[in-house]
């Protein structure tokens, strides 16, 4: 059937689940991703800031059955609030979020 799911790596991350193990079990049901990275004092961390192997995570992830991505993490950076940025290192931070994904996939 066309049943899917939506594989939003923080949260499995949240629950102490392997992203990569997850993807591996549901591959071809994943049809959304909500992409950010994590850190164990930090969720939705911007994309190759954290700890997951985002990576791996994207080679066992059948593109397929894949319909979207959604970038869903601050831009915050370890030591600045998104908002103390300015409009400019705003849209610099997002470009550089696109890039990475472009990269990953």
């Not at 992203?19 to 190759?48: E, K, N």
């Not at 319909?67 to 908002?83: F, H, K, Q, V, W």
């Not at 103390?84 to 705003?90: D, F, K, P, R, V």
Request: proline share 2%; glycine share 6%; no cysteine.
């Amino acid at each position: 059937n066309g049943l899917g799911v939506t594989l939003d790596t923080t949260h499995y991350a949240q629950m102490g689940q392997d992203i990569v193990d997850a993807a591996v079990i549901l591959s071809d049901r994943v049809r959304t991703i909500h992409l950010s990275d994590y850190t164990a004092s930090r969720t939705h961390v911007f994309i190759g800031e954290g700890g997951l192997d985002l990576p791996a995570f994207f080679k066992k992830i059948d593109p397929n059955y894949l319909n979207a991505i959604t970038i869903e993490s601050s831009l915050s950076t370890a030591d600045r609030s998104d908002r103390q940025m300015s409009h400019n290192e705003l849209v610099t931070r997002l470009s550089l979020a696109k890039k990475r994904l472009e990269v990953l996939i």
